[in-house]
Every structure is written in C-alpha cells, then in structure tokens.
C-alpha cells in the first residue's frame, strides 16, 4: 500500500466523522510516543491521531491518543501493559490454538484499541515496516485479521452497512460519527 493510499483513508475517515485538521493538536511529539512505548508506530495511525483525540468510532472501535497529552501517554502505556500481561497469562487461554505471540517477541501482538464488548484490536508486528503491519482482531472467542493498514479497517467499520467489517456487526443502525473520550 503507498503513502497516498494510506493518506487517503485517513483523509476519508476524517472527512466521514470530522473534525477537520486543524481542529485538534496533540501535546507530544510521536518520537517521544515511539520512545516511551518502545515501538515504532504506523504512518497512518499517527496521522489519523495527530487530527484526532482519544475516542470511538462510530461507538464500535475506542482508540486512545498516546500523543495527545502526558496523561494519555502514561493511560495508553499502563493499559497496553495491562493487555499484554493478559493475554500472555496462559489461563485466560487468549492464545491457545492461536500461532500468535506477544510484542516484544518478534511478529508479537501490539495493542492499539478495543470495543466495549470486550474485543481488542493488534498489530501484528512481522515486519521491520510498521507500515506493512496486518491488524488482528479478538472478540473474547475468535480471533479475526484485516490486511491493514489501521485506517483502512476505520474507514471499513464507518462505511459498513452491514456485517462486512471485521466486528463482523451489523452496524446499519450506529451513526457514522466520532466521539471524542
């Protein structure tokens, strides 16, 4: 996928909840994110969140903005941490029948959002490009994956008007919006 495909998802993705750029500015630089986190970040997801604050797309995926504020940074890192340690924990059985590993282990799973039914969104860290990072997708049961990049799977879930996503929600009836945490 090329920068401009990437972009475009993430312009089209603001275009369909708003704000416009401009409308939000976040505290901390993406290096000082990238460092506190101990990851590389993908190009889209710091574009969609350097125009976004922390919130749910269109009530189906929370997505909090570590470079919105200290706060958010320190919020994101605990609650990242807290996923890892869950997941890893063998009697939860997350893991179990899955190839899946956890980040740090190289091609390991990296949280970056969730629904409030439970399920948790991931990167699948197997490539040095975290531009080319696929998305995997738990909901408790299953485990679902998406080709990425992460705006694509936004844009997918804002325009779904039915079951084609990978919730797969009927989301005919949830509004197409944005709502800031």
């Known amino acids: 996928m090329t920068d401009a495909q990437r972009e475009s998802y993430v312009d089209d993705v603001t275009r369909l909840v708003g704000p416009r750029p401009g409308d939000f500015r976040p505290e901390l630089d993406w290096e000082t994110v990238e460092r506190e986190l101990g990851i590389r970040l993908p190009a889209d997801y710091k574009e969609l969140l350097t125009r976004l604050p922390s919130g749910a797309f269109r009530g189906c995926v929370e997505v909090e903005n570590p470079a919105q504020s200290a706060d958010e940074l320190a919020n994101a890192k605990r609650h990242n941490d807290e996923l890892l340690k869950i997941f890893a924990d063998p009697d939860t059985g997350y893991l179990t029948g899955t190839s899946y590993v956890l980040f740090p282990e190289p091609g390991g799973l990296y949280p970056w959002g969730s629904n ?47 079951t084609d996503n990978i919730l797969g929600w009927d989301l005919s009836a949830k509004p197409v919006e944005f709502n800031a945490a």
């Open 116 to 162: 409030d039914a439970g399920g948790t969104f991931w990167w699948i860290t197997d490539s040095a490009d975290p531009d080319e990072w696929r998305i995997a997708y738990n909901d408790r049961d299953d485990w679902h994956e998406h080709p990425g990049p992460l705006s694509k799977v936004i844009h997918e879930i804002l325009i779904s008007t039915g």
